[in-house]
């Protein structure tokens, strides 16, 4: 088992930092994330350990989220600290760009149903439509119709998202 969890993390550990950065949109929290799947994964040594890896990821990133909640609430209290600033007004302005990216990004992902977030985030981070179907108690042959289904909404939520932001902008 152990020669398999490694080539499994070697062959999937980017493909599980890139699920969590989607959930969590902070790249350092998704490597400590995944490295904490991995961890998990060499202790409990699952049967199906691709399937139960993103399992794990997906719980870690849904507890990530309701303590980032906590701790957003927290730091409401914090006003006065103080704020670091971009080095340049170029650099401001790319922050904030990708920011209302992420954020539109982030918006039209929860206007989706729970359902076509997983199938989608779990697409893009590589599973297979059986191991998608697993994951999210779907059969396999709907798989590709739910994620057909899911990927129009996603994008159709972004665009109607972009004149509210070219309007911001205005």
């Given at each position: ?56 990821a ?30 340049s ?31 989608l ?17 779907l059969a ?29 902008h205005?």
């Amino acid at each position: 088992m152990g020669d398999e969890l490694e080539e499994l993390y070697r062959t999937t550990y980017a493909t599980v930092v890139r699920f969590l950065y989607r959930k969590v949109w902070d790249a350092d929290r998704a490597h400590d994330l995944a490295q904490e799947v991995f961890i998990r994964a060499m202790n409990h040594r699952p049967e199906k350990p691709r399937a139960w890896i993103f399992a794990v990821a997906a719980n870690l990133a849904r507890d990530e989220a309701r303590a980032a909640v906590r701790r957003k609430r927290h730091l409401t209290l914090l006003k006065d600290d103080p704020i670091t600033l971009p080095s340049s007004p170029v650099a401001a302005d790319l922050m904030v760009e990708e920011d209302e990216r992420r954020a539109r990004v982030d918006e039209a992902l929860a206007t989706l149903t729970r359902r076509d977030r997983e199938v989608l985030l779990l697409w893009d981070a590589g599973l297979s439509y059986p191991e998608i179907a697993q994951q999210t108690g779907l059969a396999v042959g709907a798989v590709g119709t739910t994620l057909a289904r899911a990927r129009k909404r996603l994008v159709d939520a972004y665009d109607r998202m972009e004149p509210k932001a070219r309007a911001a902008h205005s």
